[in-house]
């Protein structure tokens, strides 16, 4: 089903810029705007299916976010409290900036809405498009074999070093910290230890 939606892949995958990416069945799934499932064409069990996936993923891209940020900022700002440290957290990883994510990464114009007609701005649609970027999140992690390094190096290379800025009058960084992190000790942090590494999106939890 899903060759059926108008998904712009080969730009998307020219704009996330990940070296030899190779999972382009997720991608086309990180890009569906499940608005789109509502076209006739779309069964109604091919519709449950996708959606059962594509939350999924979001629950997997939004645990790895929270571990890349709470890492960031703990290793980087370390005069902060504990609250300014859940505050910075909370606002990095919100749809509202995480929607902004997508937009500049242009998810909005390859995803399979881009032709919609009569579409909402994207900036007016932060469930949309920051459930898509935390897809989109687990879609690199399982393209890179569950390399948490990756996409931690990723997501800060790419955003977080430019919304920290915004915030750089608020604490001194710690500019001999060392950004390596154990996967591991993340993983395990968040919960996601041991994932089951034979998980695929569609398998059903029962």
């Not at 069945?25 to 076209?39: E, F």
Request: proline share 4%; aromatic share 12%; charged share 30%.
């Amino acid at each position: 089903m899903m060759h059926k939606l108008e998904i712009k892949l080969a730009e998307a995958k020219q704009a996330i810029a990940i070296p030899d990416f190779k999972r382009d069945d997720l991608l086309r799934l990180a890009l569906t705007d499940l608005s789109t499932l509502q076209l006739p064409f779309v069964s109604e069990q091919e519709r449950q299916d996708i959606v059962l996936q594509y939350r999924r993923l979001a629950f997997l891209g939004d645990r790895l976010l929270d571990a890349v940020v709470a890492d960031y900022y703990f290793t980087n700002c370390s005069p902060l409290s504990n609250q300014d440290l859940d505050d910075s957290r909370q606002y990095t990883t919100s749809r509202e900036s995480l929607a902004q994510f997508a937009i500049s990464l242009g998810l909005p114009n390859f995803c399979s809405s881009w032709n919609k007609p009569s579409r909402k701005l994207p900036q007016d649609e932060p469930g949309v498009y920051g459930e898509m970027f935390e897809v989109l999140i687990a879609v690199i992690y399982l393209d890179s074999d569950r390399d948490f390094q990756k996409i931690y190096d990723w997501f800060c290379d790419r955003f977080i070093l430019e919304i920290a800025g915004e915030s750089e009058e608020d604490f001194e960084s710690d500019e001999d910290c060392d950004l390596s992190i154990s996967d591991e000790d993340y993983l395990d942090m968040i919960g996601l230890q041991g994932f089951p590494d034979a998980w695929v999106p569609g398998d059903d939890d029962d």
